[in-house]
């Protein structure tokens, strides 16, 4: 995987972290770096620090969303910068870490994100008229044409499809999409946005991802 911080501490603790969980690290410290570094290894994931540089994280985070096979990416992101992460999860990062940061708890975030990456066989396929997602395969497609969807945006709408009719609170979606027992709820209602541009006819009048004011949101009637 790749780490991408201009402080060359923090690099070195998280790559120690991960290389100690069985995971090869590769670091850049700058955004063009990054990119370049991306371009050449293809990493499983990136963890992309949001001040770098040059071309800062978000702009980074832009460029990587733009290949159809960019991996997941977490954002670093300074204590209290809420409108930097919201950018980040706007642009399409899976997941984010705000520092300071526990290493450790950086390394399950990265358990996390990998783990549900992966096909899980258990799981079927839905359909919703022209809209189809298939677990096993990762691939969710509008009227036969694949939708460009990252990690977290792919299982949120396959667990609102999987619960068609039921009101599902943003606390629940949080936990069951991110793994999280709490945190910052905002980031369901942004991925929720993301869902409708990609899905709806008209994402401001949604019609398949519905909100239900004062609870959450629910998949169709």
Not at 141 to 170: C, I, N, Q, S
């Amino acid at each position: 995987m790749l780490v991408v911080d201009d402080d060359p501490t923090v690099s070195d603790v998280v790559r120690r972290y991960l290389e100690r969980a069985g995971y090869g690290v590769s670091l850049a410290a700058d955004g063009v770096t990054a990119l370049n570094e991306y371009a050449r290894r293809r990493p499983d994931l990136v963890i992309l620090d949001i001040m770098l540089p040059g071309l800062d994280g978000l702009e980074v985070c832009r460029r990587l969303r733009l290949q159809a096979d960019s991996a997941p990416i977490i954002m670093l992101t300074a204590l209290g910068e809420e409108t930097d992460r919201i950018a980040g999860l706007q642009l399409g990062a899976d997941d984010y870490v705000t520092k300071p940061f526990s290493p450790r708890e950086l390394v399950l975030r990265v358990q996390s994100v990998l783990r549900r990456s992966q096909p899980r066989q258990v799981d079927r396929p839905i359909e919703d008229g022209d809209l189809r997602i298939d677990p096993v395969r990762r691939l969710a497609t509008l009227d036969g044409a694949e939708l460009a969807l990252t990690v977290r945006e792919f299982d949120l709408l396959y667990y609102l499809m999987a619960h068609p009719g039921v009101a599902l609170k943003r606390a629940d979606l949080l936990e069951a999409v991110w793994g999280w027992t709490f945190g910052d709820q905002s980031t369901v209602t942004v991925h929720v946005r993301r869902l409708r541009e990609k899905i709806e006819r008209d994402p401001a009048n949604p019609e398949r991802i519905q909100t239900v004011w004062g609870v959450g949101y629910r998949y169709g009637s």
